[in-house]
């Protein structure tokens, strides 16, 4: 299974830079085909709150995070959280939601797929998990 993270949903719902929305949105395409797709509520929370700040309709929030939900997407649970704080610490507990999305991605998938090489290009030596930076 491949994680997504949120970043990515953002970039293939919301054209802010054409690439970007193309590369996401074949990425999403390819992992739906394979049913190797694969988010956390954790992934829908924050898309939705992204969502809104970029000024997109309620509507159109709502139809995404519904969207999303048919994906039976997964909560973090407390390792996941103990392991997002180690993660954190060792960055100094910037972006801990970053961390926590490595974490659940550790549990259940194979690789992430994310657009910040900044936090998960620092985070890749803390893990085993394949990070594919898009």
């Known amino acids: 299974m491949i994680y997504f993270d949120t970043d990515v949903l953002i970039h293939m719902l919301v054209i802010q830079d054409l690439g970007k929305h193309q590369v996401a949105r074949s990425y999403y395409e390819q992992a739906i085909e394979t049913q190797d797709f694969f988010i956390s509520l954790l992934c829908i929370q924050e898309t939705a709150y992204v969502l809104q700040r970029l000024g997109q309709k309620a509507n159109d929030i709502e139809d995404a995070v519904k969207g999303f939900l048919q994906f039976e997407p997964v909560p973090y649970m407390s ?12 960055m100094g507990f910037k972006n801990i939601n970053d961390c926590i999305h490595l974490a659940v991605a550790e549990t259940h998938c194979s690789q992430i797929c994310t657009f910040n090489k900044a936090d998960f290009g620092k985070m890749s030596k803390y893990t085993t998990l394949e990070i594919t930076i898009l």
């Open 79 to 90: 390792r996941d959280m103990q392991r997002g704080v180690v993660l954190a610490r060792s």
